[in-house]
Nanobody, 119 residues
Framework: QVQLVESGGGSVQAGGSLRLSCEYT?????MGWFRQAPGKEREGVVS??????RYADSVRGRFTISQDNAKNTMYLQMNNLKPEDTAMYYC?????????????????WGQGTQVTVSS
């Protein structure tokens, strides 16, 4: 019964930055950030399992995932945002014993937070 709450979404111009937050109750397996745009399938953005991470090629070098276990909060720092980053972003938990970008590997999901990037 893991609970997840995302926040930090908003509207920015291309090149801008946003930081998303995800508060969770507890997590032992991997967690991650996923996104879904209208008419498109959900895709993995980045996943973290302890010190191990896995980034989608489209965000590597621009996005950074971090986790503060003391605060039970996971973050996604998004820099140099592009219009193609526009989507609903979801926090996921209950993954595997390794970072994974496969949505079906996760059991728990947050409500989502909208990110809109204009050109």
């Amino acid at each position: 019964q893991v609970q997840l709450v995302e926040s930090g979404g908003g509207s920015v111009q291309a090149g801008g930055s946003l930081r998303l937050s995800c508060e969770y109750t507890t997590s032992r397996t991997s967690m991650g950030w996923f996104r879904q745009a209208p008419g498109k399938e959900r895709e993995g953005v980045v996943s973290i399992y302890r010190l191990l991470t896995r980034y989608a090629d489209s965000v590597r070098g621009r996005f950074t995932i971090s986790q503060d276990n003391a605060k039970n909060t996971m973050y996604l720092q998004m820099n140099n945002l592009k219009p193609e980053d526009t989507a609903m972003y979801y926090c996921a938990a209950g993954g595997r014993w390794f970072p994974t970008l496969l949505p079906s590997d996760y059991t728990y999901w947050g409500q989502g937070t909208q990110v809109t990037v204009s050109s």
